[in-house]
């Protein structure tokens, strides 16, 4: 899989670092699927499929509680932090014991696992929850969902719902997983450092909740070609776009003072798009990258 050649590129070139944030309601729809892999919803004796060649069954039936180890967190509710199963298609629950799940982990090389469902009652997908589980080809992210974690998913999925209330994508959080459909919702506050490292997205935009975007945080997006950050954005950290062979414009807003000198290296056919007198407009010309006015 990709992230697996992904990490040997990467070991001692990130930054790591804990990461908290908050999204909107996610459905399993045709338009949500990957086109690698489809979904056969199953209800009872029912199915719904899509025309998609290989097929993924995302069942409704819950993991047994008893295939997680939980703990009580101070707001009464549990956290699913160790899990031992066999299950090709995860189903978490809602509830452990009459309390709400609010924060998942603990998948980690579960080699098996093929799709994901999180429930809405969860706010945090923690560090590592999926690390290395690189069969994965679906996850249907849960409505209510806050910080997703650092090295929280692999696997090979094309697409992947963000809800509106995440504030923070953690460091490396979907490195290596080939993303060709990604909205970043606008309540996000930073994206950590490789997040979308070698993703497939040919076209991004940056909401002005964003903060920081962190190192290497697109490196090796290498299909992208057009970005625009829009007004808010401040931190623009070093080689975030870096190897970003096709890129051709960016659209940098004057709220950007800081970015790294390595921001755009080997983006050789890129233009920046900047208001006069910018920031941006001034790193332009002194990196010799040729820039436009809007």
Same mark, same amino acid.
């Given at each position: 899989?990709?992230?697996?050649?992904? #990490?040997?590129?990467?070991?001692?070139?990130?930054?790591?670092?804990?990461?908290?944030?908050?999204?909107?309601? @996610?459905?399993?729809?045709?338009?949500?699927?990957?086109?690698?892999? $489809?979904?056969?919803?199953?209800?009872?004796?029912?199915?719904?499929?899509?025309?998609?060649? &290989?097929?993924?069954?995302?069942? +409704?039936? !819950?993991?047994?509680? !008893?295939?997680?180890?939980?703990?009580?967190?101070?707001?009464?509710?549990?956290?699913?932090?160790?899990?031992?199963?066999?299950?090709?298609?995860?189903?978490?629950?809602? +509830?452990?014991?009459?309390?709400?799940?609010?924060?998942?982990?603990?998948?980690? &090389?579960? =080699?098996?696992?093929?799709?994901?469902?999180?429930?809405?009652?969860?706010?945090?997908?923690?560090?590592?929850?999926?690390? &290395?589980?690189?069969?994965?080809?679906?996850?249907?992210?849960?409505?209510?969902?806050?910080?997703?974690?650092?090295?929280?998913?692999?696997?090979?999925?094309?697409?992947?719902?963000?809800?509106?209330?995440?504030?923070? %994508?953690?460091? &490396? @959080?979907?490195?290596?997983?080939?993303?060709?459909?990604? $909205?970043?919702?606008?309540?996000? !506050?930073?994206?950590?450092?490789?997040?979308?490292?070698?993703? =497939?997205?040919?076209?991004?935009?940056?909401?002005?909740?964003?903060?920081?975007?962190?190192?290497?945080?697109?490196?090796?997006?290498?299909?992208?070609?057009?970005?625009?950050?829009?007004?808010?954005?401040?931190?623009?950290?070093?080689?975030?776009?870096? =190897?970003?062979? #096709?890129?051709?414009?960016?659209?940098?807003? *004057? *709220?950007?003072? $800081?970015?790294?000198?390595?921001?755009?290296? !080997?983006?050789?056919?890129?233009?920046? %798009?900047?208001?006069?007198?910018?920031?941006?407009?001034?790193?332009?010309?002194?990196?010799?990258?040729?820039?436009?006015?809007?």
């Amino acid at each position: 899989m990709k992230r697996r050649l992904v #990490s040997m590129l990467m070991v001692g070139m990130m930054v790591t670092g804990m990461a908290t944030g908050c999204g909107s309601e @996610a459905e399993i729809t045709d338009t949500q699927v990957p086109e690698a892999a $489809s979904i056969a919803q199953t209800e009872g004796s029912e199915a719904v499929e899509s025309d998609a060649a &290989n097929k993924v069954e995302v069942p +409704q039936t !819950e993991i047994p509680a !008893e295939n997680f180890k939980t703990k009580v967190l101070e707001d009464g509710t549990i956290e699913i932090d160790s899990y031992d199963g066999d299950y090709e298609a995860i189903v978490i629950p809602a +509830q452990i014991g009459g309390r709400d799940v609010t924060v998942i982990g603990g998948f980690a &090389n579960e =080699d098996e696992i093929t799709s994901v469902v999180i429930p809405d009652t969860v706010r945090e997908i923690s560090n590592k929850a999926f690390l &290395n589980c690189y069969d994965i080809t679906f996850v249907k992210m849960g409505a209510n969902v806050e910080v997703i974690g650092d090295y929280a998913f692999d696997g090979d999925f094309e697409e992947i719902v963000l809800p509106n209330t995440l504030k923070v %994508i953690g460091e &490396n @959080a979907f490195a290596g997983v080939p993303l060709k459909v990604l $909205s970043i919702p606008n309540h996000v !506050e930073e994206i950590g450092g490789g997040a979308f490292l070698s993703a =497939d997205i040919e076209k991004l935009t940056i909401p002005g909740s964003v903060k920081l975007i962190g190192y290497q945080a697109f490196l090796y997006c290498n299909k992208l070609e057009t970005v625009v950050i829009e007004e808010g954005v401040e931190t623009i950290e070093n080689e975030v776009f870096r =190897d970003c062979t #096709s890129l051709k414009t960016i659209t940098i807003p *004057s *709220s950007v003072t $800081s970015m790294g000198e390595s921001t755009f290296s !080997e983006c050789k056919d890129v233009t920046i %798009i900047a208001e006069p007198g910018s920031y941006a407009e001034e790193f332009a010309n002194r990196k010799k990258i040729p820039v436009q006015n809007p």
